[in-house]
């Protein structure tokens, strides 16, 4: 994550790699973080949304997912080591 803009990247067993940069509203210092796909699936899965907001504050804590629009609900995942 840098200057509005997130760059996703994946990767598998087989060394198969892909990579998404999305613009985003994010004004803080460059960060790299690495989530279970599957817990944040399950999140965005479970939200239905457009837009969501990711709070955090290091690549070590936690990050809160939430709706952008509504905070009606909020989802903690936890990060991996990359």
């Known amino acids: 994550m840098s200057q509005n803009q997130l760059k996703i990247t994946a990767n598998n067993p ?3 790699e892909a ?3 999305l613009d985003v509203s994010y004004d803080g210092a460059e960060m790299e973080i690495g989530f279970n796909v599957s817990y944040v699936l399950d999140v965005l899965n479970a939200l239905k949304c457009e837009d969501v907001s ?6 070590v804590s936690s990050v809160q ?9 909020a ?3 936890m990060p991996m080591r990359l």
């Open 14 to 16: 087989e060394q198969e």
């Open 19 to 21: 990579e998404e940069i």
């Open 54 to 59: 990711l709070l955090l504050t290091d690549s």
């Open 65 to 73: 997912i939430e709706d952008g629009a509504s905070q009606a609900a």
């Open 75 to 77: 989802y903690v995942v």
